[in-house]
């Protein structure tokens, strides 16, 4: 058990840390990275191992957020058409409503921004949750399949679904839904599987192998052309 004195001693160094931050950073890009840490980049900081590189870092597809805002349109034009109109006895039913409203759909937007599937070097893993967090890994050597879902109406915004099969089909990330560019996500995945496979690529380098056109042996010369008559 930590004595008082202990308490009170990390407490004065937390607070001298953030006192060097914000000296160091400022107050507004502290906050704002603040912020951008409850929206899921933290969660991504917090699985990633000394050394690991980061291949690519997926979010849903823009077109998920229109639900959240669509409510929070509609909380809004409660707030301003409706809310002001309200008698003074059912005020407070009319402000709960309101306030459920965006509040609601600021959880909505919360948890789609915080389920994220990262592409690392050696493992695919995704992250989501607000209140309950939850935690799924694979490495990219146990993908054995992958299926690209591109849906007619979902291909009006470049979104589609990518589905990884491998030996164990229970897993928390056989599918992810709504994302940007599943095509381009696949590709990545299969490129690194083979570099760690040994059949092609650079390990260090997320670009594709160049193309390179087989020599021709030996003991099959090239064929004489045609014989032209030079001009004197």
Same mark, same amino acid.
């Given at each position: 058990?930590?004595?008082?004195?202990?308490?009170?001693?990390?407490?004065?160094?937390? !607070? @001298?840390?953030?006192?060097?931050?914000?000296?160091?950073?400022?107050?507004?890009?502290?906050?704002?990275?603040?912020?951008?840490?409850?929206?899921?980049?933290?969660?991504?900081?917090?699985?990633?191992?000394?050394?690991?590189?980061?291949?690519?870092?997926?979010?849903?597809?823009?077109?998920?957020?229109?639900?959240?805002?669509?409510?929070?349109?509609?909380?809004?034009?409660?707030?301003?058409?409706?809310?002001?109109? @309200?008698?003074?006895? !059912?005020?407070?039913?009319?402000?709960?409503?309101?306030?459920?409203?965006?509040?609601?759909?600021?959880?909505?937007?919360?948890?789609? !921004?915080?389920?994220?599937?990262?592409?690392?070097?050696?493992?695919?893993?995704?992250?989501?949750?607000?209140?309950?967090?939850?935690? +799924?890994?694979?490495?990219?050597?146990?993908?054995?399949?992958?299926?690209?879902?591109?849906?007619?109406?979902?291909?009006?915004?470049?979104?589609?679904?990518?589905?990884?099969?491998?030996? +164990?089909?229970?897993?928390?990330?056989?599918?992810?839904?709504?994302?940007?560019?599943?095509?381009?996500?696949?590709?990545?995945?299969?490129?690194?599987? $083979?570099?760690?496979?040994?059949?092609?690529?650079?390990?260090? !380098?997320?670009?594709?192998?160049?193309?390179?056109?087989?020599?021709? $042996?030996?003991?099959?010369?090239?064929?004489?052309?045609?014989?032209? +008559?030079?001009?004197?």
């Amino acid at each position: 058990m930590r004595t008082p004195r202990e308490v009170l001693g990390g407490i004065t160094d937390r !607070s @001298v840390r953030w006192l060097d931050r914000i000296a160091e950073d400022g107050l507004g890009r502290l906050v704002w990275w603040r912020a951008k840490g409850w929206f899921g980049h933290r969660m991504v900081a917090r699985k990633l191992v000394p050394g690991e590189r980061v291949i690519a870092e997926v979010q849903h597809s823009n077109v998920i957020y229109i639900v959240p805002v669509l409510l929070g349109l509609l909380g809004l034009f409660l707030a301003v058409r409706w809310l002001p109109f @309200v008698s003074a006895d !059912s005020a407070w039913f009319a402000i709960a409503i309101v306030v459920g409203i965006l509040l609601y759909a600021f959880y909505r937007a919360l948890l789609i !921004s915080r389920d994220r599937f990262v592409i690392t070097d050696s493992r695919v893993f995704r992250v989501w949750g607000v209140f309950t967090l939850n935690e +799924a890994e694979m490495e990219i050597v146990r993908v054995l399949d992958i299926t690209v879902v591109r849906p007619w109406y979902l291909r009006l915004f470049g979104a589609g679904h990518v589905i990884l099969e491998n030996a +164990a089909q229970e897993q928390g990330l056989r599918d992810i839904h709504l994302v940007p560019d599943p095509q381009t996500i696949a590709l990545a995945i299969h490129r690194r599987r $083979r570099q760690m496979m040994g059949l092609g690529g650079d390990a260090d !380098s997320d670009n594709p192998p160049p193309v390179t056109r087989p020599r021709r $042996r030996a003991d099959h010369p090239r064929r004489p052309g045609p014989i032209t +008559a030079r001009r004197r």
